[in-house]
């Protein structure tokens, strides 16, 4: 079966720190990586999507990347974190192709101070 | 602007009746349809799923049921359990800006009163 693996679970980090979360799946190939972050009262908003190593595509303008470095690997990342950056943030899965469920990791709290 | 609207941020219910969670999505062609679950500081569990050739979907105690022409859908669960208390999540995939995506809700908070 599959399974997504998303670390840590939470992060305390001071404004101006740089930033990386890791997202591993198994049990797939080739599947659609996602990251979402959770803001109250505002749903969950996609920041990035991959349909393929090294293919990232960007949704939200700031200061966050993504990256793909292999099949079933995906990394959040920022050179310099800001306030507004906190939140919980959320790694998620697809099977490549349409009408599939996302299936989400347990996240990750993000605290800036 | 909203894609995908859920009107009520929260609902309470009695245990062992009827919740019914609403959402509202102004896309046509979105054509497939999620419902999910979230505790607090977990990611969202997947519940239950629609293709928008279909009015009603039903899975042990969930049902979802799409209206196409009112562009609406919503979750029943019956009978509600205390366990059940949760955010409730509903989403739509489908060409959105050049692409497929899936677009999220701003969730409805249920709670079981036991």
């Known amino acids: 079966s599959q399974t997504i693996h998303q670390w840590p679970a939470t992060l305390v980090q001071p404004v101006g720190s740089p930033l990386s979360l890791e997202c591993t799946v198994e049990g797939t190939s080739n599947p659609n990586l996602y990251w979402y972050r959770q803001a109250a009262g505002r749903g969950l908003q996609l920041l990035f999507y991959s349909v393929g190593i090294g293919q990232i595509s960007s949704e939200v303008p700031q200061n966050l990347s993504a990256s793909r470095p292999q099949d079933r690997q995906f990394i959040l990342s920022s050179k310099k974190l800001l306030l507004s950056d906190s939140g919980f943030y959320l790694c998620?899965?697809?099977?490549?192709?349409?009408?599939?469920?996302?299936?989400f990791g347990n996240g990750t709290r993000l605290t800036v101070t | 602007d909203q894609q995908v609207k859920q009107n009520s941020p929260s609902l309470s219910v009695q245990e062992g009746r009827i919740s019914i969670l609403n959402c509202d999505y102004t896309n046509s062609m979105f054509d497939y349809f999620l419902w999910y679950k979230k505790y607090p500081a977990e990611g969202p569990t997947f519940l239950i799923s629609i293709s928008s050739i279909k009015d009603k979907n039903e899975d042990g105690r969930f049902t979802v049921f799409l209206n196409k022409s009112a562009k609406h859908l919503s979750l029943h669960i019956v009978p509600s359990q205390p366990g059940d208390s949760a955010v409730y999540f509903c989403a739509a995939f489908g060409p959105f800006l050049g692409t497929y995506k899936y677009i999220f809700g701003t969730g409805t908070r249920l709670k079981v009163l036991a």
């Open positions: 998620a899965w697809s099977e490549p192709g349409r009408s599939s469920p996302l299936h």
